[in-house]
C-alpha cells in the first residue's frame, strides 16, 4: 500500500512503540497511587508533561493531558462558556475542523453567541472581520494549520488583532510539524494530538496559559490538577512525549523532506487538463496538497477514491472525520468553491517515510483514472 493519508494518521514510530511497551507490560501503576508502581507512573508522565512544554515555550503547569485534539477543542470551548464562564462569545473560522464547527453551534444551541468568520481565497481568517468582533468575554478560536488545505494562519497577527479576547488554536495538524511558542504568540490556548506525528491514538493534550481560572469539563477524579479527570494513561503519554521528541529534533529534516515530495508531486500533476491547486504556494504545511477539478460535475468524486484505493494508494478527499459522507467539503466551499468541485476534491498527505516512487506512482495512477473517467 501506498499511504498518502497522513493528515489522518500515521503510522506509530518503532521507536516510540518500543518506549511504550515497558509501560503497558511491567509499569502499570496507577499514577495517582502513592505506592512505588504509581510513584514511578506518575514520575513518567511529569516528565512527559516538562519535555511536551518546553517544544511549546510554555510551562509544564500550563499543559494538561488529554485523549485527543477532539477533546481538547470541546473542553476549551465548552468549559471556557459554560464552566470557567470567561466568555458568552466564539468566533471561530469557517474552515475550521469539525471538533471546533461541532462544539461552537451547540454553546450557539445554548444560547451562546457563535460567529462564523470568513476566509480569503485561500483560507486565512479575515482580519478585518475578527477586528470588527474583538472584544472582551470573546473566544476566538481559529485553527493553526488547516487539515485540508494546509494552509497555515498567521497566529501572531490573529493575536494583535483579537487583543481583547481569549485565543485559542487547533494545532493537531502543526504540532511537531513547524514551530509554535505559545508565549511568544500569547496564546491563551492550544490543543495538541500525538498521532499525526507517528505517535499513539489516543491521547492528546491542552495549553492552558497560567492565570486562567479554567474549570473542568470531565469531572470525576482530580486527575490533572482537577482540570481533567480520568485515570492518566500513562504509556500513552510516553508515547506522545516520544514522538514530539523526535518530531522537534527532527523538524527541520523532515520537513524538507515532505516539502521535497509535495514539490514533486506538484510539478506531476499540474499539466493533467482541468486541474486546481488549492493548497498555496508560500504559507502552506510541507506535507498537503489538495487538488480539486473544474470539471468535477462530470466526475464522481468518490469513485475517484475508490480507483485509487484499487490500485493500492490511500488518500482522501478531506477531514476523515466526514470520510465516506456525501457532502461537499465545507473547507473548498468556503474558499468559493462549487459543490461539485468540493465534492471530487483529492487531499495527498506524505509523511516522513513518504517516497519518491510512491510519489510518482500515485501521480501516474491519479493521470490515469481521471483520463478514464473523462473517456
Known amino acids: ?6 493528515s489522518a494518521t500515521t503510522k506509530i514510530d518503532k521507536r516510540v512503540l518500543d518506549a511504550m511497551l515497558p509501560w503497558l507490560r511491567d509499569h502499570y501503576g496507577n499514577a495517582s497511587s502513592s505506592y512505588a508502581l504509581g510513584r514511578k507512573a506518575r514520575v513518567a508522565v511529569e516528565d512527559a508533561r516538562e519535555e511536551i512544554a518546553s517544544f511549546l515555550k510554555a510551562h509544564p503547569a500550563e ?3 488529554t ?9 476549551i470551548l465548552k468549559s471556557a462558556c459554560l464552566s470557567t464562564k470567561i466568555a458568552d462569545t466564539v468566533l471561530y473560522s469557517a474552515v475550521e475542523h469539525h471538533a471546533v464547527l461541532e462544539p461552537a453551534i451547540e454553546l ?10 470568513p476566509v480569503n481565497s485561500i483560507g486565512v481568517a479575515d482580519m478585518a472581520e475578527l477586528q470588527k468582533n474583538n472584544r472582551r468575554n470573546t473566544l476566538v478560536s481559529i485553527m493553526h494549520a488547516n487539515n485540508e488545505t494546509g494552509v497555515v494562519n498567521p497566529l501572531h497577527l490573529i493575536r494583535e488583532v483579537a487583543d481583547f479576547a481569549y485565543l485559542h488554536t487547533d494545532a493537531v495538524q502543526t504540532f511537531g510539524k513547524i514551530p509554535l511558542d505559545t508565549q511568544a504568540l500569547k496564546l491563551d490556548f492550544a490543543s495538541f494530538s500525538a498521532h499525526k506525528i507517528h505517535g499513539p491514538k489516543g491521547v492528546g493534550a491542552m495549553f492552558i496559559r ?17 482540570r481533567r479527570a480520568g485515570t492518566e494513561p500513562v504509556a500513552l503519554i510516553v508515547g506522545m512525549q516520544v514522538a514530539a521528541r523526535l518530531a522537534h529534533q527532527n523538524m527541520e529534516k523532515r520537513a524538507r523532506k515532505m516539502q521535497k515530495r509535495i514539490t514533486l508531486l506538484k510539478t506531476l500533476v499540474k499539466d493533467i487538463p482541468d486541474i486546481r491547486i488549492n493548497t498555496p504556494e508560500q504559507v502552506a504545511l510541507p506535507n498537503i496538497l489538495n487538488l480539486s477539478f473544474t470539471d468535477a460535475n462530470r466526475l464522481d468524486g468518490q469513485a475517484i477514491l475508490q480507483m485509487l484505493d484499487m490500485r493500492g494508494i490511500a488518500v482522501s478527499n478531506g477531514s476523515a472525520c466526514v470520510s465516506g459522507t456525501p457532502q461537499p467539503s465545507h473547507v473548498l466551499k468556503a474558499l468559493g468553491l462549487p459543490d461539485a468541485e468540493a ?11 513518504t517516497t519518491e516512487e510512491e510519489i510518482r506512482e500515485a501521480a501516474g495512477a491519479l493521470r490515469e483514472i481521471l483520463g478514464e473517467m473523462r473517456g
Not at 108 to 117: P, T, V, Y
Not at 210 to 218: E, L, S, T, V, W
Not at 343 to 353: P, Y
Request: no cysteine.
Open 1 to 6: 500500500m501506498i499511504y498518502l493519508d497522513n
Open 63 to 65: 499543559i494538561y493531558f
Open 67 to 75: 485523549s485527543g485534539g477532539t477533546e481538547s477543542n470541546n473542553t
Open 108 to 117: 450557539a444551541r445554548m444560547g451562546f453567541k457563535a460567529i462564523e468568520i
Open 210 to 226: 497560567r492565570g486562567i481560572d479554567f474549570k473542568a469539563h470531565q469531572h470525576g477524579g482530580a486527575q490533572e490538577r482537577n
Open 343 to 353: 465534492n471530487a476534491a483529492v487531499r495527498f498527505s506524505v509523511s516522513k517515510d
